[in-house]
């Protein structure tokens, strides 16, 4: 899981992978323990017997946002949330040592940290209650709402940026699938039935997801065995807690106690649940890497792809195709975005570049942050209006089409319809107060010039 916590510290990669949001009951959100339910007595008995002592939270099932980790008692500020022994950390060090460590030591090419921990989930679950690892892949979700997952007509429905990344999320994990084949059939020995019944694509799919949404950054030693960057660790009971954008927490692997450490610097009440922070990403990361929105998430944009950019502004402006080559060429066209403040600054000046009065001679001034004159000022603010219109209108066309879908039943699609549906509802909010603040913006620049004009 991504955690970021206190200012300046990052720790950890990733994490949640779904969200099963569901309303309110009469206002009030409500927490049912499952702490009795025999998996999780299973998964607290495997880290207890793995030095694992802590009391201080419990597995369970909160009405906003699913299953999640409970206070049992006040958690008072800069106290430990979370100290996980190393032995019950799954890295590349555990997949190494274990049945798997002959096959990927001498395996050439060397395969990814990532891989090699893919592989060790899929041969646990395939092993079933005799692995040794079962506690904790008998936890882990059948399924996941990353993009890796969508079908093809749920991909169709994310904003134009998000979609291209979605299409190239699933691309890759289909690729690390279909270039491991060789690899996978050296594991024919310790597998009860055909390799290709067990390493299949959704196997990986799943292991995949399951990393890659739930793993902490927690840096290894170069293993010669390996191949890149080896920083993940599964860290089964403490990835059970939820990400809220306005919590604050200290992370990171303590070289003393040998144990992953997570410290909540505000405190949570009893009862209520305990919350880390992931990092400050926006909606669509959120929901690229984890599978989930988080609502009201002060960090999310609504992104502007040159495609509908240039739709808005054809016809109003001049040598359209020249100013865009000239952003181009400059870098400029990336990240643009919308907030509920506004455009962002590379927005507003790629719209001052294109107006069709800002002339060659100043474009390179544009770009440095010059201001060019009232009328550039306007006609920037009112093509800004028209696009977050544009972007509005679209947003509201793909929910009444997400709607649609969920009242014809599609049960196989219906999580990865609501996790789209969610974020599309955010930007919509979004949208709805940047035209606010725009047109509060032409209001008062029409009230300046009349009174210059009085």
Known sequence: MTLLFSPGIIMGRRGRASRKRTKKRDGTLQSVSLSHQPEYVALLRFVHQRGFTSKLLKPAF??????????????????LLVSLPESCLLTTSTVLDSYLGHYMKRWQPRISPLLALCVFLV??????PDADWSPYIHILPASYTCPAYFADDVTSLLPVGLRRRAIQQKDAVREIHSSNQDFFRTLQPILSQPVEDVMTFEALRWAWCSVNTRSVFMRQPSNKFLCGEDDYALAPFLDLLNHRPDVQVKAGFNHETKCYEIRSVCGTARFQQAFINYGPHDNQSLLMEYGFVASGNPHSLVYVDTE???????????????????????NFL????????????????????????????????????????????????????????????????????????????????????????????????????????????????TKIDENNAS
């Open 308 to 330: 509908i950019l240039c739709e808005v502004v054809n016809g109003n402006t001049t040598n359209l195709e020249q100013r865009m080559k000239f952003l181009t060429d400059n």
């Open 62 to 79: 909160f009405s906003d946002t699913g299953r999640g980790l409970q206070a049992f008692k006040s958690v008072k500020p800069n106290q």
């Open 123 to 128: 041969c646990e679950r395939h092993r079933g």
């Open 334 to 445: 990336n990240n643009l975005s919308i907030s509920g403040e506004g455009p962002n600054w590379r927005l507003m000046t790629t719209l001052r570049l294109m107006s069709p009065q800002t002339l060659f001679y100043q474009w390179k001034a544009v770009l440095l942050g010059q201001m060019v004159g009232k009328e550039v000022e306007r006609w920037s603010i009112r093509m800004a209006v028209a696009l977050s219109q544009k972007l509005l209108q679209d947003t509201l066309t793909i929910l009444d089409t997400i709607s649609r879908h969920l009242q014809q039943g599609e049960p196989s699609l219906k999580q990865q319809l609501h996790v789209v549906e969610s974020l599309l509802q955010e930007e919509k909010c979004i949208l709805g107060r940047c035209l606010s603040s725009l047109r509060s913006a032409q209001v008062e620049a």
